[in-house]
C-alpha cells in the first residue's frame, strides 16, 4: 500500500512538472497571442513609426530585421559549414581536434552580451566599421557560427559512407567528393541547422546593442554602414524606454507577436525540412 | 588550376575554418582581457573586487565596486536554478520513464518552442504580466525584482535541463531497469533508486549548461530585476547583475574612459566563469560518455 501511494504521488510530482514547463510556453503564446493581435494591421507591418512611435507602424524595424540577419548568414554560413567539414572529413583525433571542439561548445556557452562587447572592440572601432549593420552582422554571424558548426555536422555524420567510397573509387578528388556527393545529401539538414541559427540571431538584442542598432529612424538603411531598428530592440524600446510607456503597449504587444510570428515561421521551415528528409531515408 | 590544386587549396580552406572557432575563442578572450586590464590604469584592483559600491558616473568620485553586481548576479542564479531544477528533472523523469508516444510528440516540440523565444519577449513579459502579478501577490509596490528575473530565467533554463536531462535519463541501460523490477521495485523505485542516480552526471550537466545560459542572460534580467545597482536585501529588492549592467551603460559611456574599460572588466568575469561552467559540464559529459 506504502508503495502504490508512493508511486501514486510521485508520478503526480513529475506530471505536474511536466505540467508547469508546459504552461510557461501556454501563457507566453496566450499572453501575446490575444493581446497582440488586435494591433497587428497592414498599416503596422507596413508602416513607418509616427509621433514618437506612439502611432503608426514598424516596418523601418522589420527590414533592419532582414538586413542585419542576412548579413550575419553571408558572414557565418561559409565559415561555419567549412569548418564543419574540416572536423567530419579531414580531422584526426588529435589534441588540436579535441580544442577545437571543446573551443566550438565554449562558444556557444559565451554570454551573447560578451559577443556585444567583443563587437564594439573589434569591429565598430578596430576595424572602424562604426555602429553599423555590418558590425551588428557580423557580431551576431559570430554568435550564430558554432551553432552551424554543431548542426552542419550532425548532417554530414549520416551521409553514408558507401556514397563517398563510390564517388572516391570513381577518380573523384576529395574535395571534388565533398561538393558534388557529401554537401549536397546533407543539405536538408545543414539548411535546417542554418535557418534554427539564423531565426535565434533575428530575435537576439544584447549582441546589437551598441553595435549598430538605433531606436528611430524615418527612413530604410541604404548601406551596410547604416544605423538600422530591429525588432527585438524595438520591442526592448517601447517596453522600457519611451516616453509614454503605458501609451504604446498594445504597440510592444503588437512588436512582441511579430518578433515571435518570424521565429515560430522560421522553426517551422526548419522542422518541416527536416521531417521530410527523415521521411526519404 | 588544375583539380589536384584545387583539391589542395581547399584542404587548406577547411583547414583553416576548422582552426577559427579556437581563434574567435582565444581573439574574444584577448580582446576584453586587454580592454578589460585598461580599466585598472585608473580603479584599484582592490576597490573593484572589495566595494559594493557602484557607481562610475559619479560627478566627483566614481566607484567601481562589483561586490553588489555579482552578489546580484549569483543570486538569481541560485533562485532560478532553485525552481528549474526540480521542475525540469521531474519532467524529464516523466518524458523519459513515463510519457506516453502521443504526449511525447507534444510536449518535445513544446519544450523546442519554448527554447526558441527570444529572450527579449521574455523581459517583456517579465514587465507586464508576472512583475505586476508578483506586485499583487505579495503586495510590494512594483514587481521588477529579483524574484521576477529568477522566474524568467528558470522558464529559459527549463528547455536545456529537461532534453539533456531526458537524454541522459534515456541513456541509461535496460538491464538496469529489469534488474530492479525482478528485485520487486515498480516504476517509481526504480527511477528513483536506479535510473536517476545512474543518470546523474548527464543530469548534473544539464543542470551546468542551464546555468552558464542563465547567468549570461541579458535581456530578461535587464527587464526584469529592477536594475538597482545596490547589495539586495532580499528575493523581492531590485538588483542590477553584471550582464544588465553591461547592457544598460555600455550604450551611454564615451569610448575608451575607464568606465567603458571597467565594462570590459565586466565582460571578462562573465567570459572566465561562463567558460569555467562549460568546461566542467563538458568534463562531467565525457566521463559520462565513457562509461
Given at each position: 500500500?506504502?508503495?502504490?501511494?508512493?508511486?501514486?504521488?510521485?508520478?503526480?510530482?513529475?506530471?505536474?512538472?511536466?505540467?508547469?514547463?508546459?504552461?510557461?510556453?501556454?501563457?507566453?503564446?496566450?499572453?501575446?497571442?490575444?493581446?497582440?493581435?488586435?494591433?497587428?494591421?497592414?498599416?503596422?507591418i507596413f508602416?513607418?513609426?509616427?509621433?514618437?512611435?506612439?502611432?503608426?507602424?514598424i516596418f523601418p524595424a522589420i527590414i533592419g530585421t532582414t538586413f542585419v540577419t542576412l548579413i550575419t548568414a553571408i558572414?557565418?554560413?561559409?565559415?561555419?559549414?567549412?569548418?564543419?567539414?574540416?572536423?567530419?572529413?579531414?580531422?584526426?583525433?588529435?589534441?588540436?581536434?579535441?580544442?577545437?571542439?571543446?573551443?566550438?561548445?565554449?562558444?556557444?556557452?559565451?554570454?551573447?552580451?560578451?559577443?556585444?562587447?567583443?563587437?564594439?572592440?573589434?569591429?565598430?572601432?578596430?576595424?572602424?566599421?562604426?555602429?553599423?549593420l555590418?558590425?551588428s552582422g557580423?557580431?551576431l554571424?559570430?554568435?550564430?557560427?558554432?551553432?552551424?558548426?554543431?548542426?552542419?555536422?550532425?548532417?554530414?555524420?549520416?551521409?553514408?559512407?558507401?556514397?563517398?567510397?563510390?564517388?572516391?573509387?570513381?577518380?573523384?578528388?576529395?574535395?571534388?567528393?565533398?561538393?558534388?556527393?557529401?554537401?549536397?545529401?546533407?543539405?536538408?539538414?545543414?539548411?535546417?541547422?542554418?535557418i534554427?541559427?539564423l531565426s535565434?540571431a533575428a530575435g537576439?538584442?544584447?549582441?546589437i546593442?551598441?553595435?549598430?542598432v538605433?531606436?528611430?529612424?524615418?527612413?530604410l538603411p541604404?548601406?551596410v554602414?547604416d544605423?538600422f531598428m530591429a525588432l527585438p530592440y524595438h520591442?526592448?524600446?517601447?517596453?522600457?524606454?519611451?516616453?509614454?510607456?503605458?501609451?504604446?503597449?498594445?504597440?510592444?504587444?503588437?512588436?512582441?507577436?511579430l518578433l515571435?510570428i518570424l521565429v515560430?515561421a522560421l522553426?517551422?521551415?526548419?522542422?518541416?525540412?527536416?521531417?521530410?528528409?527523415?521521411?526519404?531515408? | 588550376?588544375?583539380?589536384?590544386?584545387?583539391?589542395?587549396?581547399?584542404?587548406?580552406?577547411?583547414?583553416?575554418?576548422?582552426?577559427?572557432?579556437?581563434?574567435?575563442?582565444?581573439?574574444?578572450?584577448?580582446?576584453?582581457?586587454?580592454?578589460?586590464?585598461?580599466?585598472?590604469?585608473?580603479?584599484?584592483?582592490?576597490?573593484?573586487?572589495?566595494?559594493?559600491?557602484?557607481?562610475?558616473?559619479?560627478?566627483?568620485?566614481?566607484?567601481?565596486?562589483?561586490?553588489?553586481?555579482?552578489?546580484?548576479?549569483?543570486?538569481?542564479?541560485?533562485?532560478?536554478?532553485?525552481?528549474?531544477?526540480?521542475?525540469?528533472?521531474?519532467?524529464?523523469?516523466?518524458?523519459?520513464?513515463?510519457?506516453?508516444?502521443?504526449?511525447?510528440?507534444?510536449?518535445?516540440?513544446?519544450?523546442?518552442?519554448?527554447?526558441?523565444?527570444?529572450?527579449?519577449?521574455?523581459?517583456?513579459?517579465?514587465?507586464?504580466?508576472?512583475?505586476?502579478?508578483?506586485?499583487?501577490?505579495?503586495?510590494?509596490?512594483?514587481?521588477?525584482?529579483?524574484?521576477?528575473?529568477?522566474?524568467?530565467?528558470?522558464?529559459?533554463?527549463?528547455?536545456?535541463?529537461?532534453?539533456?536531462?531526458?537524454?541522459?535519463?534515456?541513456?541509461?541501460?535496460?538491464?538496469?531497469?529489469?534488474?530492479?523490477?525482478?528485485?520487486?521495485?515498480?516504476?517509481?523505485?526504480?527511477?528513483?533508486?536506479?535510473?536517476?542516480?545512474?543518470?546523474?552526471?548527464?543530469?548534473?550537466?544539464?543542470?551546468?549548461?542551464?546555468?552558464?545560459?542563465?547567468?549570461?542572460?541579458?535581456?530578461?534580467?535587464?527587464?526584469?530585476?529592477?536594475?538597482?545597482?545596490?547589495?539586495?536585501?532580499?528575493?523581492?529588492?531590485?538588483?542590477?547583475?553584471?550582464?544588465?549592467?553591461?547592457?544598460?551603460?555600455?550604450?551611454?559611456?564615451?569610448?575608451?574612459?575607464?568606465?567603458?574599460?571597467?565594462?570590459?572588466?565586466?565582460?571578462?568575469?562573465?567570459?572566465?566563469?561562463?567558460?569555467?561552467?562549460?568546461?566542467?559540464?563538458?568534463?562531467?559529459?565525457?566521463?559520462?560518455?565513457?562509461?
Amino acid at each position: 500500500m506504502k508503495k502504490r501511494i508512493q508511486f501514486a504521488v510521485g508520478l503526480a510530482f513529475i506530471l505536474l512538472c511536466t505540467m508547469l514547463s508546459l504552461s510557461a510556453l501556454g501563457v507566453i503564446l496566450f499572453d501575446i497571442f490575444a493581446k497582440g493581435i488586435t494591433h497587428l494591421t497592414t498599416e503596422f507591418i507596413f508602416g513607418f513609426p509616427k509621433n514618437g512611435m506612439t502611432e503608426g507602424g514598424i516596418f523601418p524595424a522589420i527590414i533592419g530585421t532582414t538586413f542585419v540577419t542576412l548579413i550575419t548568414a553571408i558572414f557565418s554560413i561559409p565559415l561555419g559549414v567549412a569548418s564543419a567539414v574540416y572536423l567530419n572529413e579531414y580531422a584526426g583525433n588529435t589534441w588540436l581536434t579535441r580544442l577545437i571542439r571543446t573551443s566550438i561548445r565554449n562558444l556557444a556557452g559565451v554570454p551573447s552580451i560578451v559577443y556585444g562587447l567583443f563587437g564594439v572592440a573589434l569591429f565598430v572601432q578596430a576595424f572602424q566599421m562604426g555602429t553599423s549593420l555590418l558590425a551588428s552582422g557580423m557580431t551576431l554571424g559570430l554568435m550564430s557560427l558554432p551553432y552551424i558548426i554543431t548542426a552542419t555536422e550532425e548532417a554530414l555524420k549520416t551521409v553514408p559512407k558507401g556514397i563517398k567510397e563510390g564517388s572516391t573509387a570513381l577518380g573523384a578528388t576529395k574535395f571534388e567528393t565533398i561538393l558534388l556527393v557529401i554537401l549536397p545529401v546533407a543539405l536538408p539538414g545543414i539548411i535546417t541547422g542554418i535557418i534554427l541559427a539564423l531565426s535565434r540571431a533575428a530575435g537576439e538584442t544584447a549582441p546589437i546593442l551598441f553595435t549598430g542598432v538605433f531606436f528611430y529612424q524615418r527612413y530604410l538603411p541604404t548601406s551596410v554602414f547604416d544605423e538600422f531598428m530591429a525588432l527585438p530592440y524595438h520591442l526592448f524600446i517601447l517596453s522600457t524606454q519611451h516616453h509614454d510607456i503605458e501609451g504604446v503597449r498594445p504597440l510592444a504587444y503588437s512588436t512582441a507577436l511579430l518578433l515571435l510570428i518570424l521565429v515560430f515561421a522560421l522553426n517551422l521551415v526548419a522542422f518541416y525540412i527536416r521531417a521530410r528528409y527523415r521521411q526519404q531515408t | 588550376m588544375t583539380r589536384v590544386q584545387l583539391n589542395y587549396v581547399f584542404k587548406l580552406f577547411f583547414r583553416l575554418a576548422g582552426y577559427s572557432a579556437v581563434f574567435i575563442l582565444l581573439g574574444i578572450f584577448a580582446m576584453l582581457l586587454i580592454n578589460g586590464a585598461l580599466a585598472f590604469r585608473d580603479i584599484s584592483l582592490g576597490e573593484f573586487f572589495t566595494s559594493p559600491i557602484w557607481s562610475p558616473s559619479a560627478f566627483e568620485q566614481p566607484q567601481y565596486g562589483i561586490l553588489s553586481l555579482v552578489v546580484g548576479s549569483i543570486l538569481i542564479t541560485l533562485l532560478a536554478m532553485l525552481i528549474a531544477v526540480p521542475i525540469g528533472v521531474g519532467a524529464a523523469a516523466y518524458l523519459a520513464e513515463f510519457a506516453p508516444k502521443r504526449v511525447e510528440n507534444i510536449v518535445k516540440p513544446a519544450i523546442e518552442m519554448l527554447a526558441a523565444i527570444p529572450s527579449v519577449t521574455i523581459g517583456f513579459l517579465g514587465i507586464v504580466l508576472l512583475g505586476p502579478f508578483l506586485a499583487q501577490l505579495f503586495g510590494t509596490t512594483n514587481g521588477l525584482n529579483a524574484l521576477n528575473g529568477a522566474i524568467l530565467l528558470a522558464v529559459m533554463a527549463l528547455p536545456t535541463i529537461i532534453s539533456i536531462s531526458e537524454d541522459a535519463i534515456f541513456a541509461v541501460p535496460k538491464s538496469y531497469k529489469e534488474a530492479s523490477y525482478a528485485l520487486g521495485a515498480n516504476k517509481w523505485e526504480t527511477l528513483v533508486n536506479v535510473t536517476l542516480p545512474s543518470s546523474a552526471s548527464g543530469i548534473i550537466a544539464a543542470i551546468m549548461l542551464g546555468m552558464g545560459r542563465v547567468i549570461g542572460e541579458t535581456m530578461a534580467v535587464l527587464m526584469a530585476t529592477g536594475n538597482a545597482a545596490a547589495m539586495p536585501e532580499s528575493i523581492f529588492s531590485s538588483v542590477q547583475p553584471l550582464t544588465a549592467t553591461i547592457a544598460i551603460e555600455m550604450g551611454e559611456v564615451p569610448y575608451n574612459t575607464p568606465h567603458y574599460y571597467s565594462l570590459f572588466a565586466l565582460g571578462v568575469i562573465l567570459f572566465l566563469i561562463t567558460l569555467g561552467i562549460n568546461l566542467l559540464a563538458d568534463r562531467i559529459t565525457s566521463g559520462f560518455q565513457m562509461k
